[in-house]
């Protein structure tokens, strides 16, 4: 199975800041890699898809690159509504993963 | 409204068995993939489970393989997890979700997300 390694398990930003999140991919996963956004009682929700396509609705802030094992997600521009919890996740192999998450707290 | 809700979650024995049910509105569920995924109190998502739209192919995380068992009944529009042998650690939120494929220009092949989730319904292991 494809283990998903995210850094850091959790950051403090302030409002405005650039923040960034890495997935480390156990091996390739091409660009099969996505990230979700889940905030405190709320289900999980797509925020880029194949790596670096945005979902449609979500802020142009965000955006993700990388390919193989190595992907970022950022946040050109932390605002109030973004501190929440960020997984990765695979759909490389059909025994899909998630990241452990990223949880971006307000400093 | 597009939508999933699940159900059948409750307080069971360790070593007890729970069927969950997951009732699909609005959308063409016989072509979905779809999957279970649990959050564990405080913890992070954990993917279960999946299977293809006619039922033929099954994949599971090595966590559950031989204890849970995902299934549907496309007439009824549901998807189902039975989890049989359950233990404390499986106490968690389960939710189900649709398992979408889509086609990315520039890039080949389709890529699959989860991109409805139901509310979950919660499952509490305990004596």
């Known amino acids: 199975d494809i283990q998903l390694t995210q850094s850091p398990s959790s950051l403090s930003a302030s409002v405005g800041d650039g923040v960034t999140i890495t997935c480390r991919a156990s091996?390739?996963?091409?660009?099969?890699l996505h990230w979700y956004q889940q905030k405190p009682g709320k289900v999980p929700s797509l925020l880029i898809y194949a790596a670096s396509t945005l979902q449609s609705g979500v802020p142009s802030r965000f955006s993700g690159s990388g390919s193989g094992t190595d992907f970022t997600l950022t946040i050109s521009s932390l605002q109030p509504e973004d501190f929440a919890t960020y997984y990765c996740?695979?759909?490389?192999?059909?025994?899909?993963?998630f990241g452990q998450g990223t949880k971006v707290e307000i400093k | 409204e597009v939508q999933l809700e699940e159900s059948g979650g409750g307080l069971v024995q360790p070593g007890g068995s729970l069927r969950l049910s997951c009732a699909a509105s609005a959308f063409a569920f016989s072509g979905s993939w779809m999957s279970w995924v649990r959050q564990a109190p405080g913890k992070g998502l954990e993917w279960l489970a999946n299977?293809?739209?006619?039922?033929?192919?099954?994949y599971y995380v090595d966590s559950v393989k031989g204890r849970f068992t995902i299934s549907r009944d496309n007439a009824k529009n549901s998807l189902y997890l039975q989890m049989n042998s359950l233990r404390a650690e499986d106490t968690a939120v389960y939710y189900c979700a649709r398992d979408d494929g889509t086609m990315v220009r520039g890039l080949t092949g389709v890529y699959w997300y989860f991109d409805l989730w139901g509310r979950g319904t919660l499952v509490t292991v305990s004596s």
């Open positions: 996740q695979q759909s490389y192999s059909n025994i899909r993963s």
């Open positions: 299977i293809k739209p006619d039922g033929s192919e099954k």
């Open positions: 091996r390739s996963v091409g660009n099969y």
